[in-house]
């Protein structure tokens, strides 16, 4: 009878040790899980450190390019220049330690030289000095302020100016022209 009465107790309430046994094993199962993550979090973690040292190697990289490229375009102009400029300092110094006289023909062809070099890396003439042109305030500069020009006046170049990779370092020097 015991028996029988025990088996109905059981059918009646179920032991609880299957279920703290479902309780223990769905805790390893989220334990498991939150260690899976936490590994995958730091893997990245990891991975996005690498990636920044390597986008921070590469910008360095790229900076290190450029400054190498620049030098490098540098002393090949200052290559170029070279020989004219130490022909410029030569008929300086027979002029002014001498007392020889130099030929403005021979100054003026190192400059045309110097002005090659220079044209060729992108410097340009802003209009040929005796041109006449009409007035651009951009391009150009009165060189009196007695005188005021409008823009598209026409005006005469009396001083070359110059440009850089379309930026005006120095406004041509104009004077309003009279002949028009």
């Known amino acids: 009878m015991f028996q029988r009465l025990k088996r109905l107790w059981q059918t009646l309430f179920p032991s609880k040790q299957p279920i703290a046994n479902n309780h223990r094993d769905h805790l390893l199962n989220l334990e498991s899980e939150t260690q899976s993550l936490r590994l995958t979090i730091n893997e990245r973690e990891q991975t996005i450190t690498q990636l920044r040292n390597e986008l921070e190697r590469q910008r360095q990289n790229e900076s290190n390019n450029q400054a190498i490229a620049f030098q490098t375009q540098q002393e090949q102009v200052f290559s170029e220049l070279a020989a004219p400029i130490s022909q410029l300092l030569t008929q300086i110094y027979l002029l002014e330690v001498e007392n020889k006289p130099v030929q403005a023909k021979d100054a003026i062809a190192i400059v045309k030289r110097m002005l090659r070099v220079f044209t060729e890396q992108g410097l340009t003439q802003v209009g040929n000095i005796g041109e006449v042109v009409n007035f651009d305030p951009n391009l150009h500069q009165p060189l009196s ?36």
């Open 145 to 180: 302020s007695a005188v005021e020009i409008n823009n598209g006046q026409a005006v005469k170049i009396r001083v070359a100016g110059l440009t850089y990779q379309g930026r005006v370092l120095r406004a041509a020097g104009v004077e309003l022209c009279q002949d028009v």
